[in-house]
């Protein structure tokens, strides 16, 4: 079966800092891939999209990368500010569903000033 | 422009009663989802409409738990005889369902529901 995993459930940093935040997945072929933000309380708001031909992806301080062989995306958050603090989702959508999202668990992570 | 809105925000229901949940879409949002999120799990799909008709009800966790859309619009999650494992933040999402926009999801704030 399809299995998603963020290697870290929880990640702390200290401000300044680039926080690098990991998504592996197996039995799977995503044609995309997306990172979403949730805090606490509040539903997952969308960050980027990434595409299964596309290696990097940047946005601001956010950057993406998509390596199908190795099965993984990392997510790297540059001069991290407290403000960053939030639990990050990863999904993978596409590959043989048109619609459908599946989420991993999220990693919390925590910028300390 | 208005986001997703979900009512109630928070439920607190005894075992054994029903609830329902409402969520109203982004305007001109084609494509909606349930999602049920637990503690420390990540988000579980449920279902998801196009329009008004469910072509993926699979990740319903039992024939408790339906779901219809109106209108194309606002959609409701019935569950029938709560248990506590019912007890969860229930999310639902919206989407323009265009082949460009890669699906990404509009997430409502979400509904706390407490079964006692």
């Known amino acids: 079966s399809q299995k998603i995993e963020q290697n870290s459930e929880a990640l702390n940093i200290q401000e300044g800092k680039t926080a690098t935040l990991t998504c592996n997945y197996t039995n799977y072929s995503p044609a995309y891939l997306q990172w979403y933000r949730q805090d606490p309380g509040r539903g997952p708001v969308f960050l980027l999209l990434?595409?299964?031909?596309?290696k990097e992806k940047r946005k601001e301080r956010l950057k993406v990368t998509f390596d199908t062989t190795l099965k993984q995306s990392l997510f790297h958050i540059t001069a991290s500010q407290p403000a960053d603090s939030a639990t990050y989702l990863c999904?993978?959508?596409?590959?043989?569903?048109?619609?459908?999202?599946?989420f991993g668990k999220g990693t919390l992570l925590t910028v300390n000033p | 422009g208005a986001g997703v809105s979900q009512s109630p925000s928070n439920k607190v229901t005894e075992k054994g009663k029903d609830v329902e949940l409402r969520c109203d879409p982004i305007s001109g949002h084609t494509a909606l989802y349930w999602y049920r999120q637990s503690l420390g799990q990540g988000l579980e799909f449920l279902i998801y409409?196009?329009?008004?008709?469910?072509?993926?009800k699979s990740g319903l966790p039992s024939d408790r738990f339906s779901a219809e859309r109106t209108g194309g619009s606002v959609s409701t999650l019935t569950i029938q005889r709560t248990q506590q494992e019912d007890s969860a933040v229930y999310l639902c999402a919206s989407s323009p369902s265009l082949p460009s926009s890669y699906n990404e999801q509009f997430f409502g704030p979400g509904t706390r529901l407490t079964v006692l």
């Open positions: 990434i595409r299964e031909n596309e």
């Open positions: 409409f196009q329009g008004n008709s469910a072509p993926d």
């Open positions: 999904a993978l959508g596409g590959g043989g569903s048109n619609y459908k999202l599946t």
